[in-house]
Nanobody, 129 residues
Framework: QVLLVESGGGLVQPGGSLRLSCTAV?????????IGWFRQAPGKEREGVSC????????YYRDSVRGRFAISRDVPKKTVYLQINSLKPEDTGVYYC?????????????????????WGQGTQVTVSS
């Protein structure tokens, strides 16, 4: 079953910003999990872009987004955010979030793909002038 719902995407010009939200469905406590953000560009594999662990708060970013993306967690609101700044056309894609192991897997710093069965619908980010 889908445990997390993504929102906040849109059409922005290069250099613009968006804040994506990843909210837990009723009954799912995301505080017990690392939460990862992923994206899938047209014609490409889904890739991990960032994860926030629940063990010690360690944060991981893919090299291509480090310094531009910022992940954060609001436990009372059961939401994890992804602030995306200085957007580039190559950031275009559908953004998804998913629960991960508490310490986060290696999907955000390698080419490993996350074999997860319950992806949500994602939120579309389009960067274009």
């Amino acid at each position: 079953q889908v445990l997390l719902v993504e929102s906040g995407g849109g059409l922005v010009q290069p250099g613009g910003s968006l804040r994506l939200s990843c909210t837990a469905v009723a009954g799912f406590d995301l505080a017990n999990y690392g939460i990862g953000w992923f994206r899938q560009a047209p014609g490409k594999e889904r890739e991990g872009v960032s994860c926030i662990s629940t063990t010690d708060g360690t944060i991981y970013y893919r090299d291509s987004v480090r310094g531009r993306f910022a992940i954060s967690r609001d436990v009372p609101k059961k939401t994890v955010y992804l602030q995306i700044n200085s957007l580039k056309p190559e950031d275009t894609g559908v953004y998804y979030c998913a629960p991960d192991r508490p310490s986060c897997g290696s999907y955000y710093t390698t080419d490993r793909t996350y074999d997860y069965a319950y992806w949500g619908q994602g939120t579309q980010v389009t960067v274009s002038s």
